[in-house]
């Protein structure tokens, strides 16, 4: 296989990684590069369209990290019961000692813009 192909391929491979993955930040980077290398591979073949369209995706990649970096992060902490449903079924996945904590404490959680980042288990 002529290593253009290998590489189209690999830009390719990166792009599909980056769209299934539901964190936006590395799913931008990883979507960038992989646009970048394919749109590279397109002008290489020559193949107009497939580089214009892949670095206007650059293009997107980069004004949405630019945002996501720019914008301040709203920092912020709640507190919520050990047994709140949020904490139990989905905090929990994230953190799985919250399973382990007694039913009458209550966690803090710090958030990062609407993204849970830390915690802290709270006696009662």
Known sequence: MPLVEIYGYAGSVLIALSLMMSNIIPLR????VGAAIFS???LVIHAWPVAVL???IVLIDIYHLWH????PKDVRKTRL???NPYVTDILALQWPQ???ISEQSQ???TF????????QVLAS
Do not use: C, M, S
Not at 68 to 71: A, D, K, L, P, V
Not at 112 to 119: L, Q, R, V
């Open 54 to 56: 892949n670095g206007f």
């Open 29 to 32: 980077w990883i979507n960038l």
């Open 112 to 119: 990062h813009g609407n993204e849970p980042k830390d915690f």
């Open 107 to 109: 966690v803090e959680v």
């Open 98 to 100: 919250l399973k382990q």
């Open 40 to 42: 590279t591979y397109g």
């Open 81 to 83: 019961k050990a047994t």
């Open 68 to 71: 996501i970096y720019r914008t």
